[in-house]
Nanobody
Framework: EVQLVESGGGLVQAGGSLRLSCKAS????????IGWFRQAPGKEREGVSV????????YYADSVKGRFTISSDNTKNTVYLQMNTLKPEDTAVYYC?????????????????WGQGTQVTVSS
């Protein structure tokens, strides 16, 4: 059974940092593309960052470039999202998702498996 479990969300002041973790199980982790997505109230789910575990290539939404860093530890089947210089507009539920196609994409509809999400709230 494929499982993705996010952790690390919370409440932080603007300018602060959080690190999200996504622990995966039930599939060959190193073969997959893993993405972080977020959904704010009343808004569509959007791609934040993606990593291709088999070659380490990373991709970021323009809104988080230079502030967020995605990384992967294939020995722990875990993907991380380091979020620095957080802004109130980063407030959302953050989800990780896995895709068994080697093409990296920010489109949520192309991902096969999803975690339950973790809330990130940034106060001003």
């Amino acid at each position: 059974e494929v499982q993705l479990v996010e952790s690390g969300g919370g409440l932080v002041q603007a300018g602060g940092s959080l690190r999200l973790s996504c622990k995966a199980s039930g599939f060959t982790f190193a073969d997959y593309v893993i993405g972080w997505f977020r959904q704010a109230p009343g808004k569509e789910r959007e791609g934040v960052s993606v990593i291709r575990n088999f070659d380490g290539d990373t991709y970021y939404a323009d809104s988080v470039k230079g502030r967020f860093t995605i990384s992967s530890d294939n020995t722990k089947n875990t993907v991380y999202l380091q979020m620095n210089t957080l802004k109130p507009e980063d407030t959302a539920v953050y989800y990780c998702a896995a895709r068994d196609n080697p093409i990296a994409t920010m489109s949520p509809s192309t991902y096969n498996y999803w975690g339950q999400g973790t809330q990130v709230t940034v106060s001003s």
